[in-house]
């Protein structure tokens, strides 16, 4: 393990949440690798490349009328020197353009590869569970104490 | 990236299509940490520790009448000597014993260390996506085209 690459693939988490809570999508998007290989909370089951996520996210941070919270909790890094990977759940809170609150926990896996110099998410993979009894997404279930 | 390493975690993952089409779950316990974080399909949020895990397999594999068919698809492997990741998408298809028929797709992200000369999974995340108008999990898309 190296304890520079694990400091920095923190802060990486910590600037994706610093780019939710100011609704600036950039510095999420300029984190992504050109080969990223995402699989969404929502469909389709996997994307390659990073798509158009600076207007997707913009589209989404539109949504709210409010702040958005976004809280970090759980998170485990692992790295060597040029690879490293991220897991973590996050809680999103807010007030959408409708009126409707959000309250959700997601799940969050980030790879990543050291590209010259800089830490590139090679793949993201955000999900919510589902009740097998009514196939319906879990989403305000938090970790378990 | 380490190419001996990338190999050996492409058999690691054929290690559980090995494991599911022949009903056994012991290979597919022996490789998780005992501090593993695991994301899975079905609730809760998140787990740590591997748990019951032969015995919840054991239950899975129970639950069907016929073969499971467990079918590979988009691998992709990165790994340096000690640490690496694979992600990939699996179909899974068979026969309950309820009489049921399963033909679903779900994403795989399993992030692994090397301990004592022996792969060793420290963190599994599993999912599928969700569609944001109904709230229903949505099992039966495969990868796009």
Redesign the interface.
């Known amino acids: 393990?190296d304890t520079g690459s694990e400091h920095q693939l923190r802060e990486l988490v910590g600037e994706r949440v610093a780019a939710v809570r100011t609704k600036n999508p950039e510095p999420l998007a300029a984190r992504h690798a050109e080969d990223v290989?995402t699989?969404?909370?929502?469909?389709?089951?996997?994307?390659r490349g990073p798509g158009p996520i600076v207007e997707k996210t913009q589209q989404w941070f539109d949504g709210y009328a409010s702040d958005i919270g976004y809280q970090v909790e759980?998170l485990?890094v692992?790295?060597?020197?040029?690879?490293?990977?991220c897991?973590f759940?996050y809680n999103v809170k807010g007030t959408l353009t409708t009126g409707d609150a959000v309250d959700m926990?997601v799940?969050a896996?980030l790879?990543c590869?050291k590209v010259d110099g800089d830490w590139r998410i090679?793949?993201d993979?955000e999900?919510?569970?589902?009740?097998?009894q009514t196939?319906?997404?879990?989403?305000d279930?938090?970790?378990?104490p």
């Open positions: 393990m290989v699989f969404d909370v929502l469909p389709p089951l996997l994307r759980e485990e692992r790295a060597d020197q040029n690879l490293g990977f897991s759940v926990w799940r896996t790879c590869l090679v793949h993979h999900s919510v569970p589902f009740d097998p196939g319906m997404a879990v989403i279930r938090g970790p378990p």
